[in-house]
């Protein structure tokens, strides 16, 4: 009705009016006579002078907001629906009218869906609320509608009904605002319910910075924020922890490592705090609270990749076999940190997104055939999709799925895209509880599509960097727990229900994250990964390689793809392991004499190796020269200080030439240390001095002996 009703036209009362000859008989009397005082109250609205419609204009910015409402309701319940009305204009309103009134009962998913797009149609209207009470300017109120629902749902079968809630000024002369919820109305049990299942990320940017201190103000939602009672984390693990809802929880191995280092002390900043800090306690209490949910009936724990990456992108990118290394240090942390055993049997790509590529390196690594969820975008499109529905055609997709490819075969589930839209606006609209019951109305229009049939499933993956308030995470928990159309399974025993599955092929390519982000630098993560795992060559302590090796990892997280200014933090991770790695490096040097003489053909070169890392060192020692001979030495490993070392080379000539001596990693990929001396070799000079010596002996010789032999030859006689 909001659309007529807010054009003011009397036909469209009219219309209304006739519209209530088919209401219910109970409680049509009073229907009728708030319509009569309604239709009144908007002719007059018409006649009124200049000036009502000046103040109209001047209250354009009251609203009208949804804050709470039951999830859904038997014929016995009150509404108990909230809702704030703001002032934001600049003139102070007398007071409000509430008018309440609803539409006829969905009947498919398609008119649900459309409603949430469209403008209301005709409603029923229920009931007049009318507040008398000023709002001034810049002030807002909370109202509750608390009419019983044989107000205005009487003697109606089971389903979704659309309720609109319009706002008028004191005198109901002036729409100002209006907004139409849904009341799922289930007056008696279900005897079926829609199997659904239903997957709960645990995920947050990383708190832990490159050099393993937290930051003082983590991206996004701090991580100490998250930790204390009233956080998110504390909030939605409790929550789950008293209900009896049987799920999937995916939490991020690297999010569970940061708040397990943070619980044995944690360097915040330039603070150190203790393992008895309160901070410290709270993440002690919060792991041992994830244990226990995790070994509680009912929940599955699922495994996602270390950094929760974009599995698609990173198997397209020349680091693909990140893939496996994600998926195994996930598989090791889990296992390390909390006591339940997260195979890969399940494995939850980060977002639902995967695509051949990405699935055939998840199935290859599990032997046990990998099980897993898919988005839309991940799954090639059926043909006619209009008939892509399962088990029945031409309605909700609601059975398993079966998706095979040259590594074998996967079963799982592909999310429902109205669902997830629905999840989505959580996140985009700030805890909007009028999206949170579009969630539930399309929930239960699923299950009245077919309200008798068992053999029906949907899934949906909650948003991954939802921050819920503990308002909605306990609204969306119980809700899901309670609502009388749903039978919440875990992945698991979804798929060992005798529901049919439905085969579908793979997209080769998944679409691309909606964002405006310009293309991610895998390039620097792969030139990253190779400083990092030649430093390690070096042999540098444990914990240093395996922070720097899962500093790149997490560069490759999707959590970072919000905005350029977060894509360049998350890659900053990665250029800090390859700057840290070069400045471990560059602490081991060589030490020689500028000026090397070499009086022999073979000779050794002395050299001194200086270790200032603080930890042995694996380097080999190179030498090039174009006039030496050097025979490469295996490699040696150097303790902390200065060694000697020699140098065994051997000339090929004599005179100056230059020589260049490195350090190189055991795998020859980085020059850690690099000296360049100059070389004098005299070995031939003395050579070419003995012989020309030894050729002036000779000559001196020669002269003196034909000396003394002339000298010493008998006279000559002359001739008679």
């Excluded at 899962?550 to 360049?568: G, K, M, P, Q, T």
């Excluded at 190796?609 to 174009?626: E, I, T």
């Amino acid at each position: 009705m909001l659309s007529v009703f807010a054009r003011g036209s009397p036909l469209c009362w009219l219309e209304m009016f006739r519209l209530r000859s088919r209401a219910p008989s109970r409680g049509r009397a009073r229907q009728l006579i708030a319509s009569l005082v309604l239709a009144t109250q908007a002719l007059g609205g018409l006649l009124a002078p200049p000036l009502a419609r000046a103040q109209e204009s001047s209250l354009e910015e009251v609203t009208i907001e949804l804050i709470d409402q039951p999830v859904y309701h038997d014929d016995e319940d009150d509404l108990n629906i909230k809702v704030r009305i703001s002032n934001d204009s600049a003139e102070p309103l007398p007071g409000i009218t509430l008018n309440v009134g609803r539409e006829g009962r969905l009947t498919s998913r398609s008119d649900l869906q459309n409603s949430f797009e469209s403008d209301p149609g005709l409603a029923l209207t229920a009931f007049t609320t009318a507040i008398r009470d000023p709002l001034e300017p810049g002030e807002s109120r909370v109202v509750t509608l608390d009419e019983p629902v044989a107000e205005i749902l009487t003697g109606d079968e089971a389903g979704i009904y659309p309720a609109t809630i319009n706002l008028l000024d004191a005198d109901g002369a002036i729409p100002l605002d209006s907004l139409t919820t849904y009341l799922m109305y289930y007056p008696d049990s279900t005897e079926t319910q829609l199997n659904f299942v239903a997957t709960v990320p645990l995920n947050d940017l990383p708190g832990r910075g490159p050099n393993g201190d937290f930051f003082v103000e983590a991206p996004g939602t701090p991580l100490e924020n998250a930790l204390r009672p009233r956080g998110w984390l504390t909030k939605t693990v409790g929550e789950l922890n008293r209900s009896d809802l049987r799920l999937g929880v995916a939490p991020t191995p690297r999010l569970v490592e940061e708040i397990d280092d943070m619980s044995d002390g944690y360097r915040r900043g330039d603070e150190q705090l203790s393992d008895s800090s309160p901070e410290a306690e709270l993440a002690g209490d919060f792991i041992g609270q994830l244990n226990q949910l995790l070994e509680r009936d009912g929940v599955q724990p699922l495994l996602v990749p270390y950094a929760n990456p974009d599995l698609p992108s990173l198997a397209a990118s020349a680091v693909d076999d990140h893939v496996g290394t994600q998926i195994t240090l996930g598989e090791t942390i889990l296992s390390d940190v909390l006591d339940v055993d997260a195979d890969r049997s399940w494995i939850y790509p980060p977002g639902g997104r995967t695509n051949s590529e990405s699935l055939e390196l998840m199935q290859l690594s599990s032997n046990a055939g990998t099980k897993t969820f898919f988005t839309g975008s991940s799954l090639v499109e059926e043909d006619n999709p209009l008939l892509a529905g399962c088990p029945i055609e031409g309605l909700s997709a609601a059975c398993p799925v079966s998706v095979s490819t040259q590594a074998g075969e996967t079963l799982g589930y592909q999310a429902d895209p109205g669902l997830q839209n629905r999840l989505g606006s959580l996140v985009r609209d700030d805890d909007d509880r009028l999206n949170l019951q579009r969630f539930f109305a399309e929930t239960a229009m699923i299950r009245e599509e077919q309200p008798g049939r068992t053999d029906r499933i949907v899934h949906a993956t909650l948003p991954s960097l939802w921050h819920p308030s503990p308002r909605m995470i306990r609204t969306l928990y119980r809700g899901l727990a309670n609502a009388p159309w749903i039978r919440t399974v875990t992945p698991e025993e979804g798929l060992a229900l005798d529901i049919d599955r439905t085969d579908r092929r793979i997209a080769d390519n998944a679409a691309a994250v909606p964002n405006e982000l310009d293309s991610f630098g895998y390039a620097a993560i792969e030139q990253a990964e190779s400083t990092v795992e030649s430093f390690n060559s070096v042999g540098p302590p444990a914990p240093m390689y395996q922070r720097l090796l899962r500093n790149y990892l997490v560069a490759e997280s999707r959590n970072w793809w919000v905005d350029d200014a977060l894509a360049a933090q998350g890659l900053a991770y990665a250029r800090a392991s390859a700057d840290e790695a070069r400045a471990e490096m560059e602490k081991v040097s060589i030490e020689v004499s500028e000026r090397i003489t070499l009086t022999s053909r073979a000779e050794d070169i002395p050299v001194r190796v200086l270790n200032d890392a603080g930890y042995p060192v694996r380097v080999r020692f190179q030498l090039d020269s174009p006039r030496l001979r050097f025979e490469e030495e295996q490699v040696r490993t150097f303790e902390t200080g200065r060694t000697p070392l020699t140098i065994p080379v051997r000339a090929d000539t004599s005179g100056f030439f230059p020589v260049t001596m490195s350090l190189v990693t055991p795998d020859g990929s980085e020059i850690i240390a690099e000296s360049q001396p100059t070389v004098r070799s005299t070995e031939f000079n003395n050579v070419a001095l003995t012989i020309t010596v030894g050729a002036l002996f000779f000559l001196i010789a020669f002269y003196l002996l034909r000396w003394y032999r002339r000298r010493n030859a008998p006279p000559t006689r002359e001739p008679v």
